[in-house]
């Protein structure tokens, strides 16, 4: 079935089985390969992508309940809280294999969104559902609070 | 007797491979299993009213205390998932309305329907119950004054929580829980007749 669906700015119209999960279309179909895989069951936040301005694990949406929302990819990210994020991260040298990296990056502009200046614990509920098997932790946290910072002045 | 050697070695591996298979099979995929409920009209033969009330109560209860009802009427602020009951992962909590904190809401994963080739549960009220109507480790009883206290239902008497019970989505989901999940004893129509039964013969509540 054919289905048109707004991705970074874009309609694109896909013809793939209603139960096939946005990150898959994402990746095979449009070729945004920003978003990763991890588990595919919603556990480990590498497929997060941004609908509607909120963090979604791409992986856990079927087409067919899409409707006219918006989806923003690691590809089409763009003004303030975004510019901070990139250049916090540059400054902390978060990724180490990178594999989760788009999945953070999300995450945190979309919390920057939502509360200006996080706390720990802001931070901790919003992160802990994206898993980093190289434990960058400590900086992601750190370059959040950085691009808070950036953010308030 | 090298041979029987090797053949004992053989059938000892199997079998364990076996039983890894199978207790991996359950934890992902738990074999489908549902609890029956006797109907309401079972019960007209105790003649006495507040033993039939609390009767139907009891038997309703297999319902309220069953998994797909108590694991998002946690009383703490995080739901649990399974019929183990174990704490929902990732680590989420209740928030401020209920649907989440900022950065990781309900809807981060769950949406207007179950999605089974991902696994995961929805519906469009998908959300835990508020703290004043947590179930989690309260017996029978207690859950029974819960639900006849205006103060903690939302302000819903008994006539409202019946309607509630056999018309809410989001309750109606415990009998269409998904792939992979057991859903709720009997029907939700029996569950509605059970309490109905309850409230018409003075909802009377089984000892706290």
């Given at each position: 079935m054919a289905y048109t669906i707004k991705i970074n700015g874009a309609a694109h119209t896909v013809d793939v089985d209603?139960?096939?999960?946005l990150l898959w279309i994402l990746r095979d179909v449009l070729g945004l390969t920003g978003t990763k895989f991890g588990c595919g069951v919603g556990q480990c936040g590498a497929c997060t992508v941004l609908m509607d301005g909120k963090p979604l694990?791409?992986?856990?949406?079927?087409?067919?309940?899409?409707?006219?929302a918006e989806i923003v990819t690691i590809e089409g990210v763009t003004g303030r809280e975004a510019d901070a994020v990139q250049k916090a991260w540059i400054a902390h040298d978060v990724p180490q294999c990178g594999y989760c990296q788009s999945g953070q990056v999300i995450s945190t502009i979309a919390l920057l969104k939502e509360i200006r200046k996080p706390t720990d614990d802001d931070i901790d509920l919003a992160m802990n559902g994206n898993i980093c098997r190289c434990g960058t932790y400590v900086r992601i946290r750190a370059a959040i609070h950085d691009a808070a910072r950036t953010l308030a002045t | 007797m090298r041979g029987s050697f090797l053949w004992v070695a053989l059938c000892v591996g199997a079998a364990g491979a076996l039983a890894m298979l199978v207790l991996y099979d359950r934890e992902i995929s738990p074999a489908f299993s549902q609890e029956a409920l006797r109907p309401?009209?079972?019960?007209?033969?105790?003649?006495?009213v507040r033993t039939r009330s609390i009767a139907l109560f009891v038997e309703a209860g297999k319902v309220l205390q069953h998994p797909r009802c108590v694991n998002c009427h946690p009383s703490t602020e995080r739901p649990r998932q399974t019929d183990s009951r174990r704490l929902h992962l990732p680590l989420v909590v209740r928030g401020a309305d209920g649907h989440g904190a900022p950065g990781m809401r309900c809807t981060t994963c769950h949406h207007s329907d179950n999605f089974d080739s991902a696994g995961i549960p929805g519906n469009e009220h998908w959300g835990l119950a508020p703290q004043s109507m947590a179930w989690e480790g309260r017996s029978l009883g207690q859950i029974c004054e819960q639900l006849k206290d205006p103060a903690r239902t939302g302000n819903r008497d008994l006539a409202a929580i019946l309607k509630h019970v056999v018309t809410d989505s989001l309750v109606l989901w415990a009998w269409s829980p998904g792939r992979g999940r057991n859903p709720a004893p009997g029907t939700n129509a029996q569950f509605g007749e059970l309490l109905r039964g309850w409230a018409e013969s003075g909802a009377h509540c089984p000892t706290p």
């Open positions: 209603g139960d096939t999960a694990r791409s992986c856990s949406m079927p087409i067919s309940a899409l409707a006219t | 309401a009209n079972s019960f007209a033969r105790i003649t006495d």
